[in-house]
C-alpha cells in the first residue's frame, strides 16, 4: 500500500511539472511583450511615427517574443496627448492529454506628460 501512495504522489508530481514547463512559457513571453509594448507606447507618444511604422515595430517586438502576429491584431488609438495600443492575440500549447488555446490581450496606453492635464 505503501509503495502505491509513492507510487500515484510520483505522477502526480510528474504531472504537475510537465503541466507547468508547457503552461508557464507562454505567460512569461507574454509579461515580456507587455513591457516591450509598453516601451514602443512611451516612445510614439515623443517620436513621430506613422500607424503602420508603429504596427510593425509591435510585430517584430512580438516575434522577438516567439508571438506571431498579424496586423489586424495591432489596434492602435490616437488621442489629442498620447497613443494606445491593443494586441489581441492566441497561443497554441500543445499539451499530451489535452490540448489547448491561451487567449492574450496586452494593452499599453501613454500620453504626453506636457499635454496632459
Known amino acids: 500500500m505503501e509503495k502505491l ?14 503541466y507547468g514547463w508547457n503552461m508557464i ?5 507574454n ?4 513591457d516591450d509594448l509598453d516601451d514602443i507606447a512611451r516612445m510614439a507618444t515623443y517620436n513621430i511615427r506613422t500607424d503602420d511604422e508603429l504596427k510593425q ?3 517584430k517586438k512580438a516575434l522577438a517574443r516567439d508571438i506571431v502576429l498579424k496586423e489586424d491584431q495591432v489596434t492602435l488609438t490616437r488621442f489629442a496627448s498620447g ?8 497561443v497554441h500549447v500543445d499539451m499530451m492529454v489535452h490540448p489547448t488555446d491561451l487567449d492574450f490581450t496586452a494593452i ?7 499635454g496632459s492635464s
Do not use: D, E, T
Request: aromatic share 18%; hydrophobic share 55%; proline share 5%.
Open 5 to 18: 501512495k509513492v507510487l500515484i504522489f510520483l505522477l502526480v508530481m510528474a504531472a504537475g511539472i510537465y
Open 25 to 29: 512559457p507562454p505567460y512569461f513571453r
Open 31 to 34: 509579461y515580456q511583450f507587455q
Open 57 to 59: 515595430a509591435v510585430i
Open 83 to 90: 497613443v494606445a495600443i491593443s494586441v489581441h492575440y492566441r
Open 108 to 114: 499599453s496606453k501613454n500620453s504626453n506628460i506636457i
